[in-house]
C-alpha cells in the first residue's frame, strides 16, 4: 500500500445519534469512551502495508499463539485532536508522534510505518467519527496507534506478520486548570528502565512494570511515581508515564534524555516556550537528593511533569521512606502556570502557531 492509496471505509451499520454520543459522553473518565469505528492497516514481509480501512470498532480475533501475546512485540501512542475556533479539527504535533512511533518499532524489530500513513490514518479516523470530536475547552479527542505482531508462531524470533489499529476516544483533561498539584512518591524498590534497554520506546511492556510501584505510591497517599535511574536510585528520571521539570532559582531545569527516557512531544514542546519566554533553560543530571535539598532551602520553587494525557501537572509535595518535601508553598507556581496556558492556548488554536505544531485532520463543517 503506498501513502497516496485510499482508506476502505466499513461504516457502522447503525450510527448513534448526537444525543447518544452526548450521553456517552457525559462523564468521559480517560480510556472508557471510545468512539465507533477505529482504522486497520496491516503488514508482512510480502506486501509491505496493505489492506488499509476503516471499520466498526468491535472486538478483534488473535490466534493464542501470536507472538504481539506472548513476546510483547507491541508499541503505541498517544496524541490529541482539537476543535478549533474556525470549526476545524487539529492534531498536535503529529508528525513528531509518527516519528516516535518509527522509533520505537525499530527499538523492538519492527517494520516502520511511515509518516505519510500514519497521517492519513489520523485524518480517516477523524473524517469517519467527526461528530465525537469535542466542542469543550475541556475535552479533546485522544487518538491511540497500536503496533503489534500477528504471527502464530512461538518461536523465539521477530514475527513476520504486524497489524496497526489505531482507536479513538473522548477524555476530559487531566489535572486541568484549578486542579491541587499531585503527591508524588520517590520510592527505590523498583526500576522503570536501564541503559540500553527499551526506556526511550513507547512499549507495552514499559507501562505493566509500573503498576507495582503506582500501588506503592497510593499507600504512601501519593498520586504518582518519581521514577529514579536504575542503577543507584539516585537520579530523578520521569513521573509516572511523563517527563519531570524543576523551577531551580527562576531557571527550568529537567533530566537529559540519556536513553532510559521517553523524549516527550510535549517535553519538548516545553522546552521550546520556556526558552521563547526568556526562561533559563537546562537539561542536566537532577539527583534526587538535590531535589529535596532545593524543597527545604526553598531554591526549587516549583515543579511539574508534563506529557500529552495531563499536558502539565503541578507538583506540591514529593514523599520518600526518608519523609516528605513540600514544593514551593505546595500550589500550583506562576512558571507552571503560564507554560501550561500557552500550551493549552496552542492546542485550542487561541494563539499563534510560528512553529506549526497544529496540523489540520479536518476542515469546518458545513
Not at 501512542?77 to 482539537?82: D, F, R, S, T, V
Not at 503498576?211 to 506503592?216: G, M, T, V
Not at 511515581?225 to 523551577?247: P, Q, T, Y
Amino acid at each position: 500500500m503506498t501513502p497516496a492509496s485510499p482508506w476502505t471505509t466499513r461504516p457502522a451499520p447503525r450510527r448513534l445519534s448526537t444525543a447518544d454520543i452526548a450521553a456517552r459522553c457525559a462523564t468521559p473518565a480517560f480510556g472508557e469512551v471510545l468512539t465507533e469505528h477505529m482504522v486497520s492497516l496491516r503488514w508482512s514481509a510480502g506486501d509491505g502495508w496493505h489492506a488499509g480501512e476503516v471499520l466498526p470498532h468491535a472486538p478483534i480475533a488473535m490466534d493464542p499463539a501470536m507472538v504481539g501475546l506472548h513476546y510483547g512485540q507491541v508499541v503505541f501512542e498517544g496524541l490529541k485532536a482539537y476543535h478549533q475556533p474556525d470549526g476545524s479539527v487539529a492534531a498536535f504535533r503529529p508528525e513528531d508522534h509518527a516519528r516516535r512511533f518509527r522509533r520505537s518499532a525499530a527499538r523492538l524489530a519492527m517494520p516502520e510505518l511511515p509518516e505519510e500513513l500514519f497521517l492519513e490514518s489520523l485524518a480517516a479516523l477523524v473524517d469517519v467519527d467527526r461528530a465525537w470530536v469535542p466542542a469543550a475547552d475541556t475535552r479533546s479527542l485522544y487518538l491511540r496507534p497500536i503496533l503489534y505482531a500477528t504471527d502464530a508462531s512461538l518461536a523465539l524470533r521477530p514475527a513476520r506478520e504486524y497489524r496497526y489499529l489505531l482507536l479513538a476516544l473522548v477524555t476530559e483533561n487531566f489535572f486541568g486548570a484549578g486542579s491541587p498539584p499531585v503527591s508524588v512518591w520517590a520510592g527505590t524498590g523498583y526500576s522503570r528502565a536501564a541503559r540500553g534497554g527499551t526506556g526511550e520506546a513507547k512499549c507495552a511492556g514499559n507501562y505493566a512494570g509500573g503498576f507495582l510501584a503506582q500501588a506503592e505510591a497510593a499507600e504512601h497517599g501519593c498520586q504518582q511515581v518519581v521514577w529514579l535511574d536504575a542503577a543507584e536510585h539516585r537520579l530523578v528520571e520521569e513521573m509516572g508515564g511523563m517527563n519531570i521539570f524543576f523551577v531551580v532559582d527562576g531557571a527550568l531545569v529537567t533530566p537529559p534524555l540519556s536513553g532510559t527516557l521517553l523524549p516527550g512531544v510535549t517535553r519538548e514542546s516545553v522546552l521550546t516556550l520556556a526558552a521563547r519566554a526568556g526562561l533559563a533553560v537546562r537539561e542536566q543530571p537532577v539527583p534526587l537528593a538535590d531535589v529535596l535539598a532545593g524543597c527545604a532551602d526553598g531554591t526549587i520553587t516549583e515543579a511539574f511533569a508534563c506529557g500529552t494525557a495531563a499536558v502539565v501537572t503541578p507538583i506540591g509535595r514529593v514523599v520518600t521512606e526518608e519523609g516528605e518535601w513540600r514544593v514551593g508553598d505546595g500550589a500550583t507556581g506562576p512558571v507552571t502556570g503560564r507554560l501550561r496556558a500557552h500550551l493549552v492556548d496552542l492546542h485550542l488554536g487561541r494563539a499563534p502557531d510560528p512553529d506549526g505544531w497544529r496540523y489540520r485532520l479536518a476542515g469546518p463543517l458545513g
